[in-house]
């Protein structure tokens, strides 16, 4: 995994890291490699506001084309239960932004495998976050994460460890 890779992993759920860091050694280490970086990894509240605002004017009406429907807390990327990530072109490099290649139905297609649910579903690929939380965090769980941080926020949450790191149990 890439420098910029780990650095973005370290402050998110460990379980998350530990989970995309199983995918992504995985895919590297196949006789087809698939190299991938992860592009975001956990935004604060004023981050994910400003990808809302695109797309919309000051009183929040949509007025062109808009990235997330997910403001402030309503991110998972906010509560550090997600990460994008891309595929990097082998040849040259740099990220492969082209979502009928294969490397990026490769990724969506081992993430249950790790106790990832990819974001396909809502139009942000490859998006990876934990399979234990809901899409969209409930409003407690915002609450929490607004009052005490994301620390307390995933004290309270029991995350279970992935079933395909149990011995014995083949995932
Ligand atoms: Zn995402």
Redesign the pocket.
């Known amino acids: 995994m890439d420098s910029i890779s780990t650095a973005r992993l370290a402050p998110v759920h460990p379980e998350l890291a530990r989970r995309v860091t199983g995918l992504i050694d995985e895919l590297a280490n196949d006789p087809d490699p698939v190299n991938i970086r992860v592009t ?1 990894g956990i935004a604060t509240v004023e981050q994910q506001d400003a990808l809302w605002q695109i797309g919309r004017d000051a009183d929040g009406n949509k007025i062109g084309a808009t990235v997330t429907n997910a403001k402030g807390t309503q ?3 906010v509560l550090g239960f ?3 990530v891309v595929p990097m072109n082998i040849n040259t490099g740099q990220p492969d932004w082209n979502l009928s290649h294969k490397d990026w139905q490769r990724i969506i297609a081992l993430a249950p495998k790790y106790g990832l649910r990819d ?1 396909q579903c809502f139009h ?1 690929a490859p ?3 934990l399979i234990e939380v809901p899409e969209v965090p409930t409003e407690e769980m915002q609450q929490t994460y607004l009052q005490a941080g994301a620390p307390s926020l995933w004290a309270e949450t029991t995350i279970p460890t992935a079933v395909w790191d149990t011995p014995g149990i083949s995932a």
Do not use: F, I, P, W
Request: charged residues 35%; hydrophobic residues 25%; glycine residues 8%.
């Open positions: 975001r991110s998972n990327h997600a990460v994008d974001g942000d998006h990876l976050e």
